[in-house]
């Protein structure tokens, strides 16, 4: 076990180098200013400014955020992670209990199902930036027994938006994938339907609800930066992204210090899955061959 | 100052399935309420606010949306804040900061905020569009927009854009190109290669694009904050050449403090939030035309993009399209107002479209509110005219910090 998460941590280090390593070679071979594939330009720049050298990007980081003075960019951005990454995890979880209930609703009831599962599929065409704007403006409009709704909490839905749709479609998948022998066995003892869910469809349901949380997770964490980003809410990783690109005319490296921030924050969202993955199997019983 | 042209479109694709989603899930709402009694007429309204001479108990609670982050653009709200004058007119100011989607006057409209700041041809398409709000004051007197390039292109006035590749931002920020183009006889979809353009520098660094669109207050010191590769050194005014289309008669009228219209008319106590509001807000703009350092460390304390000597280069810039106020700090000058009028709806872009079909009414500006707040605003003896005001000459420093 633990051989195995010692190779897994060299081959990511080993995976990262080697992403490095590509993007420097790209910069010696590359055309400093690009170049165009019949008329496409699509064959990206290798200069300084647009592709700046990866130990710049790491130099960058110890470097204070306004280069007058303060703590590293790298202290910074991790405060600006920390602040996304909750509002993502709230998302997930908000995204991840709705997604379950309606494919609840929907495992139960085939009408349900045909009612709902048209607008969970529709509901993911709406553009998040077009939501935006309505749902930040949200706070001070809304008040649910004297919370009053604040802009953080705007984010978090439209992180839960775009979450809840693959935990859905993926746990409905799974309720429904229940062996129909055991189904019938269930029918037998004459359970309700609420045992049968939690006995039998729920851990059935497993490997498919871990797999939609994973995606889920990103997703989750792609929304909070994007409504962050289109709506200007201040102390994340989308502000430091859409202001650090300002600033890129005369600092280059900037912009990478959030870029790697919410890599960071990605990974650790997605980690954090994987856990619920190990615990959940740590007690699932081996299939009797 | 970003705004997208396809966001009216999406969000009321949005607004559509939202509704169609609600109709979709109500069958077991009960039955429609009855129908509200006729409203009888509301309770004889308060007597309006006393002005603000006299105590003042609760301060009333205003936003104010701004177009984009805290950055010396905005000094003169923050420097009201902070130097108490919006407390000292009873007031309790929230500003509100941008974001990409955020569109102040859509904002406005919607009745998220009581007051947003947006430049005049971008609200007046809004207001054509249906959204009922009111310039009440017209804070930045002149056009800062410039069209930057390298001194080796040759381009000194619009006249040398023919035949260039022209940066442009889109999203409405273009006219001011067009009309100049238009002035000097050249089309702009044969003449001049227009390229869309990025809210950075990058592109004309990159050599990309000849000319690029630029604020004096923003952009254009982007540019003197990048290193030379040829020199180690940063860039210097001498590098380039600046086309300013103040100069050319094509300028547009810019940051404006717009309100609500049906409000302005009908409620009584927000007419008189918004002359103290505008009165306070003009108190912070003379502090920072007398204070500009002050000005600077001031939104430095809100946390903005970009470091200290961008700030306090973007403060000064601020002032100069402020100060003088020939007219009086606020006021809306008709003869700029109607240039810019004219020029929105007489320069088709390169889709033949204007940003207005047809002028807009005489409600579209009023002037009565920055009248009144010149009398709350001067009596303390504060210049509100700015007629001695002389810039300072600013050093920016690499990155702007």
Known sequence: ?289 | MRISKHRGVLAGLAAVSLLVAACGSDDAEPAAEPAAEPAAEPAAEPAAEPAAEETCTTPDEVSLQLQWFAQAQFAGYYAAVDQGYYADHCLDVTIVEGGLDIVPQTQLANGDVDFALAWVPKALASREAGADIVNIAQIFQRSGTLQVSFKDKGITSPADFAGKKIGNWGFGNEYEIFAALGAEGLDPAADVELVGQNFDMAALLEGEIDAAEAMTYNEYAMVLEAVNPDTGELYTPDDFNVVNYEDYGVGMLQDAIWADGARLASDAAYKDIAVRFVAASMLGWAHCRDDVQGCADIVLGVGPTLGASHQLWQMNEVNKLIWPSTNGVGYTDEAAWNQTVEISQQTPNLEGTTVLTAAPDADAYTNEIVEAAWALAGAGGVDLFGEGYSPMSVTLNEGGN
């Open chain 1, 1 to 289: 076990m633990l051989r195995r998460a010692a190779r897994k941590t060299i081959l990511f280090v080993v995976a990262v180098f080697a992403v490095g390593c590509v993007w420097e070679l790209y910069k010696v071979i590359g055309p400093v200013d690009g170049g165009s594939v019949f008329g496409w330009k699509i064959i990206p720049k290798a200069s300084d400014r647009a592709m700046p050298h990866t130990w710049d990007m790491i130099a960058r980081l110890l470097e204070p955020e306004n280069r007058s003075g303060g703590s590293p960019i790298a202290v910074t951005v991790a405060g600006y992670s920390w602040y996304t990454l909750r509002l993502a995890a709230v998302g997930l979880l908000v995204g991840g209990i709705v997604g379950i209930g309606l494919a609840v609703l929907m495992a139960r009831w085939r009408i349900a199902s045909r009612a709902i599962l048209p607008w969970v599929i529709m509901s993911q065409t709406v553009p998040l930036i077009a939501l935006a704007p309505q749902v930040v403006s949200w706070s001070g409009k809304i008040e649910l027994f004297g919370w009053e709704w604040p802009r953080w909490a705007s984010v978090c839905a439209l992180a839960a938006f775009l979450s809840f749709f693959p935990v859905a479609v993926g746990t409905l998948k799974g309720l429904t994938s229940v062996p129909a022998a055991s189904l019938e066995l269930m029918e037998t003892y004459a359970v309700p339907w609420r045992v049968t869910l939690m006995k039998l469809r729920f851990p059935a349901a497993v490997p498919f609800i871990i797999p939609s949380l994973k995606l889920a997770a990103t997703l989750s964490v792609v929304g909070v930066i994007v409504a962050e980003i289109s709506t200007g809410i201040r102390g994340g990783i989308g502000r430091a992204v859409l202001s650090y690109q300002q600033a890129s005319t005369g600092d280059a490296e900037k912009i990478y210090s959030a870029v790697f921030g919410a890599a960071a924050l990605g990974l650790a969202l997605f980690g954090s899955v994987v856990l619920l993955e190990v615990i959940v199997n740590r007690n699932r019983p081996r299939e009797a061959t």
